[in-house]
């Protein structure tokens, strides 16, 4: 079965930088979540998008910004990296909007600053 | 506010030992629970779900039951593998001013010596 598919999976970028991660979500899902996961910590939600539209908005620093495109895919953009962004970026998706239907993660992408 | 605690790990458990990870949560409304499992190096995978009071969640030999008036959903197994060693996160969604999203715990890191 297809899965959350995000790329790319590692990532090595210098302060002040920017990067681009980009997120697949499983097929006629219409809700992506973006949550980040620091070393050792829990993931922490940064955004959502329901239909294209930003849905709901976490700890998501001014600096970084996201969309959903009319395929439902959705890119995480992040500029002027910090050394404390180094993080596990998770994009997860779910079908419709319901307290009842789980997420689907994908693997991630690991971002590192230096 | 909404959250999710757990206890704190690491848990180290000889295999075929009985395993119980605590949840309690605090939520308005009518949230669904979740246990997920993050192996090294992988996202979040779904282990169970419950939608409602009194469900029981069960996946490979995993339960966790929705107690609505201890506000708890523990995670419990009978027997323990080494296999299972694997970082568990209890997880609620629960829906908000029309938005949905999904609220993590700490992390509970489980490691299963043979």
């Known amino acids: 079965a297809a899965g959350v598919i995000q790329s790319p999976r590692h990532l090595i970028k210098e302060k002040r930088e920017t990067a681009t991660l980009k997120c697949y979500p499983i097929p006629r899902h219409d809700t992506v979540y973006w949550y980040q996961q620091g070393p050792g910590q829990d993931p922490q939600f940064l955004i959502s998008f329901y239909e294209k539209m930003q849905s709901d908005k976490g700890s998501i620093p001014d600096r970084f910004s996201a969309q959903q495109f009319s395929d439902y895919h959705s890119e995480l953009n992040m500029s002027s990296l910090e050394l404390g962004d180094s993080a596990l970026y998770f994009c997860a998706s779910s079908k419709g909007r319901s307290v009842l239907t789980e997420a689907f993660f994908g693997q991630g992408t690991r971002l590192t600053v230096v | 506010g909404n959250s999710v605690t757990q206890m704190e790990g690491p848990v180290t458990l000889s295999e075929e030992a009985f395993l119980t990870i605590n949840c309690t949560y605090t939520a308005t409304g009518y949230p669904s629970l979740f246990w997920y499992v993050q192996y090294p190096g992988e996202g979040l995978q779904l282990l169970l779900k419950a939608t409602k009071a009194d469900d029981k969640g069960s996946n490979k030999g995993f339960e966790a039951t929705y107690r609505k008036e201890t506000t708890s959903f523990h995670l419990e197994k009978g027997s323990v593998q080494v296999s299972d060693s694997a970082v568990y996160f209890c997880?609620?969604?629960?829906?908000?001013?029309?938005?949905?999203?999904?609220?993590f715990g700490t992390g509970t890191r489980l490691k299963v010596l043979a």
């Open positions: 997880a609620l969604s629960l829906s908000t001013s029309g938005t949905y999203k999904y609220i």
